[in-house]
Nanobody
């Protein structure tokens, strides 16, 4: 079992930045590929981006490419989502998720991930 806790959400004006953190415990963090997802009210959970277990490989949804950056510090059991040039459309609850690395990485389907954090709210005002 992996426990994931997101933090760093909040209220920011359009054009601003936030950095979300997801800290894991319970298993060896470097054994897991990570994903970031978001869900706005009335919407399905949406893929934001993903990182391979080592952090060497990353992928992003088109809607955030060039604005968001995923990184990870395996020594700290933490994956980050740096969000720049935020738009009101980015408003959502953001979740991190973990997937065993032997199953691959970069899957955009929420069902591909076994472990989820509780989510952190990001609100971008116009």
């Amino acid at each position: 079992q992996v426990q994931l806790v997101e933090s760093g959400g909040g209220l920011v004006q359009a054009g601003g930045s936030l950095r979300l953190s997801c800290t894991a415990s319970g298993r060896t963090f470097s054994d897991y590929a990570m994903g970031w997802f978001r869900q706005a009210p009335g919407e399905e959970r949406e893929f934001v981006g993903a990182s391979s277990a080592s952090g060497d490989l990353v992928d992003y949804a088109v809607s955030v490419k060039g604005r968001f950056t995923i990184s990870r510090d395996n020594a700290k059991n933490t994956v980050f989502l740096q969000m720049n040039s935020l738009k009101p459309e980015d408003t959502a609850v953001y979740y991190c998720a973990a997937r065993a690395k032997f199953r691959g990485w970069g899957m955009p389907e929420p069902s591909a991930y076994s472990y989820w954090g509780q989510g952190t709210q990001v609100t971008v005002s116009s």
